[in-house]
Nanobody, 127 residues
Framework: QVQLVESGGGLVQAGLSLRLSCTTSGGAESSETMGWFRQAPGKAREFVAAMTRIGNSTTYETSVKERFTVAIDNTKNTLYLQMHNLASEDTAVYYC????????????????????WGQGTQVTVSS
């Protein structure tokens, strides 16, 4: 059974950092593309960042590009999202997603391209 389990969320003050983790199991370890999405209350789920296992090609949403870093540790089957200089608008539930295929960079923002999803971890940034 494919599982993606996020962790690392919490309450943090604006300007500080947080690192999210997503551990995969049950076959998700072979997913070619992995990504992070987030959903704030009353808003649609939005793309944050994605990365391919082969070639380590990364894609970021514009508002996080200079502050967030996505990385994969294949030895630990874990996807990370390092977030710096957090702001109140970063408050959301963050979801890990995995795609069995290599998703082209121009499609990585589309939730429909991902086959598996985690349950999400809450990130709350206080100002």
């Amino acid at each position: 059974q494919v599982q993606l389990v996020e962790s690392g969320g919490g309450l943090v003050q604006a300007g500080l950092s947080l690192r999210l983790s997503c551990t995969t199991s049950g076959g998700a370890e072979s997913s070619e593309t992995m990504g992070w999405f987030r959903q704030a209350p009353g808003k649609a789920r939005e793309f944050v960042a994605a990365m391919t296992r082969i070639g380590n090609s990364t894609t970021y949403e514009t508002s996080v590009k200079e502050r967030f870093t996505v990385a994969i540790d294949n030895t630990k089957n874990t996807l990370y999202l390092q977030m710096h200089n957090l702001a109140s608008e970063d408050t959301a539930v963050y979801y890990c997603a995995a795609a069995t295929a290599v998703v082209p960079f121009f499609q990585r923002h589309l939730p429909s391209k991902y086959d598996y999803w985690g349950q999400g971890t809450q990130v709350t940034v206080s100002s």
